[in-house]
């Protein structure tokens, strides 16, 4: 068993009864779990994520933190109605405000510019696959990246949107330059925060994109900016749409066409583990989207006992529906990079921008549908 895996199953041990007494110490304003409790599992915290701090008093402020989002993960363990589970994660010594600013943006006001909801063609007469999954079509779907401590979440997950359609529509795998998006972007400083729709601008406006090879992920704006004019573009795009607010129409596109981006609500994904979220609009407001991610696939659980029917009977059992989406955090978070949201109840505000490419000229006869890897 290697280091990492027994700090997670010792990590995984000591959470749950530590989080439980954080959270009532946290209420009654008892002295709470004993010290050397929490500072253990502080300490094989930041032994796992190579975690060290300038000086005592900064990494009493991070324990304090750390102590509070245990408490927060017990809560939200608590209350999700899915399949997830919270705790322990990269980011568990951030406040909520740090974890914004670092892996967020700026909350999408209004409609995306000229833009109107539609479909490119008639898929919708297509019934829905039970199940979908991009990842398992060689090509399609890239490794997981990281942006670090750039704000570009947004230019990573079109940047997978269009190696996804550009790998299935022309067979030809293909990885594209994040970081010309960031450097070149029409907004500014690209590691500030943008949305896909600038990403999407900026590969028209450059008539294409370069290869993640020709132009390196730096995780920084580069002192000179857009180099683009200096590489050859190895993918482009014909324009790009808004789908259906539908998760019926949007399961039908992503089966048919590819992975879409979408941007939803992060609140749970700071203390997410593994597991199908699947929240309330009060716990996850849908109107309030802040973390661009690539939509690459659906399906269903297995019958598993709801949390709040087990309690009433052990026989209440049911599938929970799910999205699979790719994150930007590294593969070293959630489900090896991925997570999943409960697919039909608009968790977290799936529906508010669903966006994709299209990266084929139209032609006048139908096109023959792609097939979704089950």
Not at 54 to 76: D, G, M, T, V
Request: proline content about 5%; charged content about 20%.
């Amino acid at each position: 068993m290697t280091p990492t895996v027994h700090l997670s199953c010792f990590l995984a041990l000591l959470v749950a009864s530590l989080a439980q007494g954080i959270k009532g110490s946290l209420r009654s304003q008892d002295p709470g779990p004993r010290p050397l409790e929490l500072k253990e599992v502080f300490a094989l915290f930041q032994t796992q994520y190579n975690r060290s701090y300038l000086n005592p008093a900064e990494h009493a402020r991070r324990l304090n933190i750390f102590a509070h989002n245990l408490a927060r993960a017990q809560q939200q363990q608590e209350e999700d109605l899915g399949t997830a589970k919270f705790g322990v994660t990269p980011f568990s010594d951030l406040t909520e405000e740090e974890f914004g600013q670092l892996y967020g943006h700026p909350v999408a006001a209004g409609r995306a510019p000229n833009m109107d909801r539609k479909v490119g063609s008639d898929e919708w007469s297509e019934s829905v696959p039970p199940t979908c999954d991009w990842r398992k079509k060689s090509g399609v779907i890239s490794s997981v990246k990281h942006q670090k401590n750039c704000n570009c979440c947004w230019a990573m997950a079109a940047a997978g949107n269009i190696e996804a359609l550009w790998g299935i529509k022309h067979h030809q795998p293909v990885e594209v330059s994040v970081q010309e998006l960031v450097d070149c972007t029409r907004c500014g400083n690209g590691c500030e925060g943008g949305f896909i729709w600038d990403a999407f601008i900026t590969v028209l406006n450059n008539s294409g994109l370069a290869s993640e090879k020709d132009y390196p992920y730096q995780g920084k704006v580069r002192t000179h900016k857009c180099q683009a004019k200096k590489h050859k573009n190895v993918a482009w795009i014909q324009d790009f749409i808004m789908l259906p607010d539908c998760e019926m129409k949007i399961a039908r596109y992503l089966a048919t066409e590819g992975p879409i981006t979408v941007t939803i609500n992060m609140k749970l994904l700071q203390q997410y583990q593994t597991g199908v979220i699947k929240a309330t609009s009060n716990t996850c407001d849908p109107h309030l989207v802040d973390h661009s991610v690539l939509l690459v696939g659906f399906g269903k659980s297995k019958s598993v006992a709801g949390r709040r029917a087990e309690a009433v009977s052990s026989k209440s059992r049911h599938s929970i529906p799910y999205w699979i989406l790719k994150n930007s955090w590294g593969a070293s978070w959630g489900e090896k990079g991925y997570f999943r949201l409960h697919r039909g109840s608009n968790t977290c505000g799936i529906t508010k921008y669903p966006l994709t490419a299209r990266v084929t000229h139209p032609v006048k006869r139908k096109q023959q549908l792609v097939s979704c890897p089950p």
